[in-house]
């Protein structure tokens, strides 16, 4: 197991290089890019979304005021639109500031040496360090994908398993129907719907829209902090969750149905054994074998993708509104440096789901067969 594990750490390397090299690429094609934007907010036709950055690049660069109104070569007029009067030396020092004044390729493999090293540096148009940015963000992502997997796993799998126990009865039929209705509605208009209900839009105002805890946290008592917490997180969750039902649920009912139909559960019928000492006993462990895995890669999904509707709706400062308001403000040292940790973190992830195997079935031996 250990060359194994070894293979596949070594295998990340080249992977980690390919998706920042195709990311990287498709940069360089995309319209635009933080020196126009600086351009844009001096000209006053910057439309991007800045009303949630605090500070940044209106301060950042409100020396560079001074050599406005100074006659532009051609070429730099050229290269950036709406540079049109701006010094050509004020250009170059932009570009230098954000490292534009290199080749790309040089650029590229400075970055993945940074990031080798877990050196991030700075936020283009923050004052701040990019892993204290994520790391204020974190907590907002990790409260939504971490409770939604583990609400999602604590309904679906008893619900499946009672599924596959009574297949093709009235309540198979109709928790069906319910979980496929519930899959099919888009979370953010569900997330609508509950703030219209009950969040002061029409109806009642029983729960708050802004953030994971209310003023005055910090003077509370434990239990009221807990309480508060999950105030704050029962709408979005419950938004988030409505759909995360039924893929776990159908899985967990064809995984029991399938080891259900198997010769060894008809030996143990035949020996005596009750229902439940067949189900909990026999059939639980091998059915169990593909969802239980497969939890690490359900939170990771959970944790990354399918937030930035919920975080914006209800206004959620987390990871999926900060990788958003990124790309749009061409934060391209946030961008890239999210990407390499996200996917980092998702190569472990994959590695740790293979491991949940071997641990669940000793039987499964991945050093047998070849990476």
């Known amino acids: ?22 990311n990287f690429i498709i940069i360089q094609f995309a319209p635009g890019g933080p020196v126009e934007r600086v351009i844009a907010q001096l000209s006053g036709t910057d439309q991007s979304a800045t009303s949630r950055i605090s500070g940044g690049s209106g301060s950042d660069f409100s020396g560079g005021n001074e050599t406005t109104g100074v006659g ?197 019928k035949a020996k005596g054994l009750t229902e439940r000492q067949v189900l909990y006993g026999h059939v639980f462990r091998n059915a169990m074998l593909i969802v239980v895995a497969g939890f690490p890669g359900a939170f990771i999904s959970s944790f990354f993708a399918g937030s930035l509707l919920i975080e914006t709706i209800f206004s959620l400062d987390g990871l999926g509104l900060l990788g958003f308001e990124s790309v749009i403000n061409r934060d391209y040292a946030v961008v890239f440096a999210t990407l390499y940790i996200f996917s980092l973190m998702g190569l472990l992830v994959n590695l740790l789901s293979d491991l949940t195997y071997t641990w669940i079935d000793p039987r499964i031996d991945f050093e047998s067969r070849e990476v």
């Open 72 to 268: 532009m070569g051609q070429g730099a007029s050229e290269k950036y639109r709406g540079a049109q009067g701006l010094d050509p030396e004020f250009i170059e020092e932009l570009e230098a500031q954000f490292g534009f004044d290199k080749p790309p390729f040089e650029r590229f493999v400075n970055m993945l040496w940074n990031y080798a090293r877990f050196d991030f540096g700075e936020s283009y148009f923050r004052d701040i360090r990019i892993i204290d940015l994520i790391a204020e963000k974190m907590p907002v992502s990790i409260s939504l994908g971490l409770w939604m997997t583990l609400i999602s796993y604590a309904v679906s799998i008893p619900l499946g398993i009672k599924k596959a126990v009574s297949d093709g009865s009235r309540f198979d039929i109709w928790t069906s129907g319910v979980v496929v209705v519930a899959y099919a509605i888009p979370g953010f208009l569900f997330a609508v719907l509950l703030i219209v209900l009950f969040a002061g839009g029409t109806f009642w105002d029983l729960f708050p829209l802004r953030g994971l805890t209310s003023e005055g946290w910090d003077m509370m008592t434990w239990p009221e902090r807990i309480a508060d917490y999950f105030w704050h997180l029962a709408l979005p969750l419950t938004a988030m969750v409505l759909s995360a039902f039924a893929t776990t649920t159908l899985l967990t009912k064809n995984s029991f149905l399938d080891e259900i139909r198997k010769q060894y559960v008809v030996t143990a």
């Open 1 to 22: 197991m250990g060359a194994y594990i070894l293979r596949r750490l070594l295998l990340m390397i080249p992977t980690l290089i390919g998706i920042m090299a195709i």
